[in-house]
Each structure stands twice: as structure tokens, then as C-alpha cells.
């Protein structure tokens, strides 16, 4: 977990669906930011696959923050409180 200019990113690696449910509905329900996330997976089987997550209050510091520290990202994902655990399932199948 890190700020950088107000930008809160928590990396997780090897979370599983039920982690990345738990910690989006915590960071929804419990702060006044707007989150997004980005998977990335590996090549490798078994190996270490990520996610990050990134959260501000201002959209325009967090969109500069993603596109010059991140621009190597196709796209982030937002996370908001009414996704359904189907929903985020699938998003992360298709990412793979």
C-alpha cells in the first residue's frame, strides 16, 4: 500500500475472488473515494498474478496519476458498491 499525491494504490498479489470482493466492498463502503482496479495476470501456471487498486476523491488527480505513472495500462476497471459477485467474476475471467 502507497500514497503518492493523494492517490491511495494497493497491490495485492494472488488474490483470489473472494479477497478482491471483500477488500472492493471495504473500500467503497468505508471511504469517500472512487476505485478502480487493474488485473494482471501472468504467463506462468501457478505463478504470481496482480491486482491494483487505486482510489482518490479527485477523479482529475487520479486520472493524471493513471495516465503518466500507469500509461502502460490498457484500462482500469471501476469498482462501485452495486457490482455482484457474478459481475466481478466474470470481469476477471475475461481479463485473463
Do not use: C
Not at 71 to 93: E, F
Amino acid at each position: 500500500m502507497e500514497i503518492i499525491d493523494g492517490v491511495v494504490i494497493i497491490d495485492l498479489a494472488n488474490a483470489d475472488l473472494d479477497l478482491f470482493r471483500v477488500l472492493s466492498d471495504l473500500l467503497t463502503e468505508n471511504t469517500p473515494f472512487n476505485w478502480s482496479y487493474l488485473h494482471l495476470p501472468t504467463i506462468y501456471h501457478n505463478k504470481e498474478s496482480f491486482l491494483i487498486f487505486v482510489g482518490n476523491a479527485n477523479a482529475n488527480q487520479m486520472n493524471k496519476l493513471l495516465n503518466e505513472d500507469f500509461s502502460w495500462a490498457d484500462k482500469w476497471y471501476p469498482i462501485n458498491q452495486s457490482m455482484k459477485k457474478s459481475d466481478v467474476s466474470k470481469i476477471l475471467k475475461d481479463q485473463k
